[in-house]
T-cell receptor, first 111, second 112 residues
Framework: QKEVEQNSGPLSVPEGAIASLNCTYS??????FFWYRQYSGKSPELIMS????GDKEDGRFTAQLNKASQYVSLLIRDSQPSDSATYLC???????????FGIGTKLQVIP | SQTIHQWPATLVQPVGSPLSLECTVE??????LYWYRQAAGRGLQLLFY??????ISSEVPQNLSASRPQDRQFILSSKKLLLSDSGFYLC???????????FGPGTRLTVL
């Protein structure tokens, strides 16, 4: 079974710090990788996509992909209390039409 | 721009009653469509996906079914709800394989 693994947390960081969220996946054939943010009671919102090895930056967010290690991470710089949410890692695996999601890491940014 | 709608937003149903949840997408054509369920404190479980009208793939054999009567319409149904069907039901769309999925606002279903 193709899996995406995340530490469920909670991960607590002080306001202004860098939050580092990690994800590993089991399918070496995975092609596309995504990070979603989900506020409590709301639907997931796409915040980053990454398709090739290396870093991709978008504002305060940086996604990092290492296919050799089967590892994806999300860095949030200058963390704000509004960043407090659950962050879901996802990838296409087990078929090019289906996305597998991790359980999500709950992030708490402490003012 | 593309928009995805789901209704109803919340639903409380007795055990054994039928279910119909609807999802529509605007601003795109021939999208891939997905139904997920998220139980309380759990991850996203893929229930069904569709790559075209009338084409439905089921991921979890259970008392739920899905249909796609129109290109941008996806319906989730059940003839008889179980207590275990309670959860947050999410519809999503993507434009072809390997692309990002975008989620609708969701339907919170409580079966009593």
């Amino acid at each position: 079974q193709k899996e995406v693994e995340q530490n469920s947390g909670p991960l607590s960081v002080p306001e202004g710090a860098i939050a580092s969220l990690n994800c590993t996946y089991s399918d070496r054939g995975s092609q596309s990788f995504f990070w979603y943010r989900q506020y409590s009671g709301k639907s997931p919102e796409l915040i980053m996509s990454i398709y090739s090895n290396g870093d991709k930056e978008d504002g305060r967010f940086t996604a990092q992909l290492n296919k050799a290690s089967q590892y994806v991470s999300l860095l949030i710089r200058d963390s704000q209390p509004s960043d407090s949410a659950t962050y879901l890692c996802a990838t296409y695996s087990g078929g090019y039409q289906k996305v597998t999601f991790g359980i999500g890491t709950k992030l708490q940014v402490i003012p | 721009s593309q928009t995805i709608h789901q209704w109803p937003a919340t639903l409380v149903q007795p055990v054994g009653s039928p279910l119909s949840l609807e999802c529509t997408v605007e601003g795109t054509s021939n999208p891939n469509l997905y139904w997920y369920r998220q139980a309380a404190g759990r991850g996203l479980q893929l229930l069904f996906y569709s790559v075209g009208i009338g084409q439905i793939s089921s991921e979890v054999p259970q008392n739920l079914s899905a249909s796609r009567p129109q290109d941008r319409q996806f319906i989730l149904s059940s003839k008889k709800l179980l207590l275990s069907d309670s959860g947050f039901y999410l519809c999503a769309w993507s434009q072809g394989p390997y692309n990002e999925q975008f989620f609708g606002p969701g339907t919170r279903l409580t079966v009593l």
